[in-house]
């Protein structure tokens, strides 16, 4: 996908024509680019890499890319456990206990049945614990283990000898070994991973730097997959090229056998620099820079990192504290540079200490960190409570009421015909706040806001249902809302695997859309009558 010279694929002539999908690979005829489709499809992908000092590589659009697009779908070079994590199957990743776990034959580490120890990856740490003379042998299930702090470092340092190609491409990404070396991340890398390895297996193959540059390569590139239950971690070549942005122009989802596939929600011109979310976007700012510095080791200054109002949301404000005189307004961090310097009100410009708005927050998520989400009194209590220091649209807030949308009613239509009128009501109008909160600060994260849209179709259809029954003529409003939504809800889910909570409320979204389609056409036809 590197950019090309203008020749064609085939017959290395001078070329005009250019392939119209990812406009990379020029051909001097029509004939000579159905002779190289079965090469070419698989890098057919409208992006370009590009280098930079600043950036090192990157990915570019190499033309205008239209909304809904598939921008690549890349496998992974090598997947294997998080490093933190309980004990897993070596051969399909997914959670084990006590009753549910045999051991490999060879080896001992721990499986769930016969067929996951012949998988390709889990080859790798068999041969090295055979290679050590005796079975490795684990007895806790519950908590993370610290033997499989080293499994996807070891997975990806047999590639050297077992699959140079793909070893070569691990080689060109970045592992930061420099900036990591002395952190808290780095030392524990150095006694859990380079001498744990050394040790444990009685191994002297690798060196200790060529060890922790590895496992720095799994932290910076590493992606967390859902599709296990504990998610488990993957690295892919052209995927880890993608630049940071908390103002993302790209989604990611994956499908059942792990491949990556990214894709754009808007336009995107060519040449723009193509980007995805290393944290979680739903986060406030200053979380989401102490995460990024913590494990990605650099400071975002993206769009809305570089904004205090957070693109005007005001997402991570809190209500103004002044004595003087009643205030309405917010507090908001004085400098970008420094979170941590005093705050100063948007309205009456009163100046806050740092410690008074610290408190407030460490406190709310404390609180928010105990509490039982899937009870609706204690969200309402936890709203009520807090909004006396963090306004309706603060990232505590919006947690909070996401939980509340996803109560409300929760268990299908025949529990939303029994929520009370004031509740269902709360419920769309929680959606409704949300949905405008997240389509400004998170816009590429397509999980929360179709499953909001969702919960807002299904609020919206129960609103209209009770409007046909008081032969109220707003029904009609609310079912085309309701089925808007439930077509949003399909749009941006449809690309997630049925195997995930978001693909099945996707299929359920689709099977409710027919529905509300019938019943407006019916609906239209009794009106015209």
């Known amino acids: 996908m590197e950019m090309s010279t203008q020749i064609c694929a085939v017959c290395s002539v001078e070329s005009k024509l250019k392939c119209s999908n990812c406009a990379n690979v020029f051909y001097c005829s029509a004939a000579h680019q159905k002779d190289n489709w079965k090469a070419h499809k698989k890098s057919c992908y409208p992006i370009q890499i590009q280098t930079s000092d600043i950036f090192g590589r990157y990915l570019v659009a190499s033309r205008d890319i239209k909304p809904g697009e598939i921008v690549l779908k890349e496998s992974p070079l090598i997947s294997g456990p998080s490093q933190i994590t309980p004990p897993v199957c070596v051969g399909c990743l997914q959670g084990l206990s006590p009753e549910l776990k045999e051991e490999c034959e060879r080896c001992g580490w721990p499986i769930c049945s016969k067929t996951c120890q012949q998988t390709i990856d889990h080859r790798n740490e068999c041969d090295l614990t055979v290679a050590r003379g005796s079975k490795i042998s684990l007895k806790q299930f519950f908590s993370p283990h610290p033997t499989y702090q080293c499994v996807t470092t070891i997975r990806c340092l047999m590639l050297k000898e077992t699959a140079p190609e793909t070893w070569d491409k691990l080689m060109q990404l970045e592992s930061h070994c420099e900036e990591r070396r002395g952190s808290v991340l780095w030392l524990n890398d150095r006694e859990g991973v380079a001498k744990f390895i050394q040790r444990f297996f009685k191994c002297d193959r690798w060196s200790e730097e060529e060890i922790l540059k590895v496992a720095g390569i799994v932290q910076i590139n590493g992606h967390e997959i859902p599709l296990t239950e504990p998610p488990h971690v993957s690295i892919y070549s052209y995927a880890s090229f993608l630049e940071h942005s908390c103002s993302a122009n790209l989604t990611k989802t994956f ?19 193509l980007s995805i979310c290393y944290t979680d976007i739903l986060w406030g700012t200053a979380s989401r820079q102490h995460h990024l510095l913590q494990t990605k080791l650099f400071k ?62 460490e ?12 009870k609706e009194e204690h969200c309402i209590k936890y709203i009520e409570h807090y909004g006396q220091w ?117 299929e359920q979204a689709k099977v409710n859309a027919e529905s509300l389609k019938v019943l407006l056409g019916t609906t239209t036809a009794s009106m015209d009558l």
Not at 363 to 374: H, S
Not at 406 to 419: M, R, S, T, Y
Not at 451 to 460: Q, R, T
């Open 390 to 506: 963090l306004p309706p649209h603060h990232f505590y807030m919006c947690d909070v009421k996401i939980a509340l949308t996803q109560i409300i009613g929760a268990g299908g239509p025949e529990a939303l015909q029994g929520v009370p009128e004031e509740m269902l009501l709360l419920k769309i109008q929680l959606c409704q706040e949300l949905l405008k909160i997240y389509q400004t600060v998170a816009s590429a994260e397509t999980r929360h806001l179709g499953a909001l849209h969702f919960e807002l179709h299904a609020g919206l259809a129960e609103w209209g249902r009770r409007g046909v029954q008081q032969l109220n003529n707003s029904f009609k409003g609310a079912f085309e809302e309701s089925l808007f939504n439930a077509e949003e809800a399909i749009r941006l889910l449809d690309k997630e695997p049925n195997i995930l909570p978001e693909g099945k409320i996707c």
């Open 255 to 273: 499908n059942t056998k792990g491949d990556i596939i990214l894709w754009t929600v808007g336009h995107i011109k060519k040449g723009e620099h």
């Open 363 to 374: 406190r709310a998520g404390k609180d928010l960190n105990a509490m039982e989400k899937g």
């Open 300 to 361: 975002c200054v993206c769009a809305r990192c570089s904004d205090v109002t957070e693109l005007g949301t005001n997402y991570s404000a809190i209500k103004c504290n002044s004595k003087n005189e009643p205030c309405d307004g917010l507090l908001l961090p004085e400098s970008l540079a420094k979170w941590e310097d005093s705050w100063r009100c948007n309205k009456c410009s009163h100046i806050a200490e740092y410690k008074y708005v610290a408190n407030i927050v």
